[in-house]
């Protein structure tokens, strides 16, 4: 077949494109990843029994804050780097401002906290558990994203990996805040971090090769 | 040329491929099959320049380009400027080209380098050494059916769904996921 040939094949009868195909991959992908999350913490965790009385306080958004701006921030990444040529874009932002500010909260309450308490502050109750369940609950957005990406073309396979990686863990710490007892910022900043970090860097680290097309 | 006519140039071809191929998104087959052409011509220079030592690849490497822009044509933004998306398509493949290239042959320069400074420049479109319609034909019947009668023949959905008693929707899948697969194949080669 010559050229001529294949540019008349790829032309007969070509359908319309979707425009909003993209969106639709991805609503569905965090649909999945949310609800996947949600289900293994209702069903294996336990909603904290105190949740609707902690609902109303302040500092229970401000523990949701953290993980939504950082889903936020990987969704507009993610969603540009499916795309051959374009950069990661404003998204950073929201990442870098999530995490700035919880490392800001993190040193002022271990800084106005008595020297005996930090420690305490830092490892709650929980520690051992939490980056642990947060990846475990980041595998079905972490499956679905990809299914996700790999329909689409990234250029740039590890930074998308990545970014989906962050995408899922954060959808993750969002249902886990649903469980989790832990009221202490240092607390978010340490464990909650380190849980979204693990699968942002399994999603860089598999990206080249998972996400590769033809 | 002098810069400003050039960069005048550049501008206005920008903007004329961006139209074609927008139409062609929107479904115009026409617009399509003339964005895909002109696109060649130029793809075919931009892989003149780079495969200088490699001349009978152009063709073949050429082909597999237009399947990926066809293939990944819906992640393409009005707002991006078309140049670059081709581009990062493009430099993609030739990436992975000069992957399997050293994968498979080592970093040994072909031994009759001495006799290419005498070749003939190759203007036209050369002859493409790599036959898809083989690859088609070792494709599933429900991808390679639809691609046959709605692609290469020219029928209609509606008929082709006819002819093969697979639903509409079925026929549409089969040539998108059919057109998918013949690129990976390509790619596995």
């Known amino acids: ?214 | 040329m002098d810069r400003t006519t050039h960069n005048e140039s550049l501008r206005r071809r920008e903007i004329d491929l961006q139209t074609l191929f927008l139409s062609g998104l929107k479904g115009n087959q026409a617009d399509y099959a003339r964005f895909l052409r002109e696109l060649s011509t130029h793809l075919r220079g931009f892989l003149r320049a780079r495969l200088l030592r490699q001349p009978d690849e152009i063709e073949d490497l050429l082909q597999e380009i237009l399947l990926a822009v066809h293939n990944g044509r819906q992640t393409y933004q009005s707002d991006q400027p078309l140049t670059a998306w081709v581009f990062a398509i493009a430099r993609y493949k030739l990436a992975d080209f000069y992957r399997s290239r050293s994968r498979h042959d080592g970093l040994n320069d072909s031994i009759d380098d001495a006799e290419e400074l005498f070749a003939e420049p190759c203007l036209e479109p050369a002859q493409a050494s790599r036959d898809l319609d083989k690859l088609l034909e070792e494709l599933p019947d429900k991808q390679r059916l639809p691609i046959m009668h709605v692609k290469l023949e020219g029928l209609s959905v509606a008929q082709t769904a006819q002819l093969t008693g697979l639903s509409e929707s079925a026929v549409k899948i089969g040539v998108h996921r059919g057109l998918k697969a013949l690129a990976a194949m390509i790619r596995g080669k």
């Open chain 1, 1 to 214: 077949m010559n050229t001529d040939d294949l540019v008349s094949m790829l032309s007969t009868g070509v359908e319309p494109v979707d425009p909003k195909a993209i969106a639709k991959r991805f609503s569905l992908a965090i649909l999945i990843g949310g609800v996947g999350a949600l289900l293994v913490v209702m069903l294996r965790f336990g909603v904290r029994p105190d949740l609707a009385e902690v609902a109303t306080t302040p500092i229970f958004w401000a523990k949701i804050a953290f993980p939504l701006s950082l889903m936020l921030g990987a969704l507009l990444m993610v969603t540009r780097l499916a795309r051959p040529g374009m950069s990661a874009g404003g998204g950073k932002l929201w990442v870098t401002l999530g995490v700035a500010a919880i490392w800001v909260g993190t040193l002022y309450g271990l800084a106005v906290a008595p020297a005996d308490e930090r420690v305490a502050l830092v490892l709650g109750t929980t520690w051992k558990v939490c980056a642990f369940s947060i990846t475990l609950l980041s595998v079905p957005g972490f499956i679905a994203v990809f299914w996700a990406l790999r329909g689409l073309a990234p250029t740039r396979p590890k930074l998308a990996g990545a970014c989906g990686g962050l995408l899922a863990s954060s959808l993750a710490t969002l249902a886990y805040c649903l469980h989790c007892p832990e009221m202490a910022v240092p607390f978010w900043g340490i464990w909650y971090f380190l849980g979204m970090l693990v699968p942002t860097l399994i999603g860089a680290a598999m990206g080249p090769r998972w996400l590769r097309w033809s």
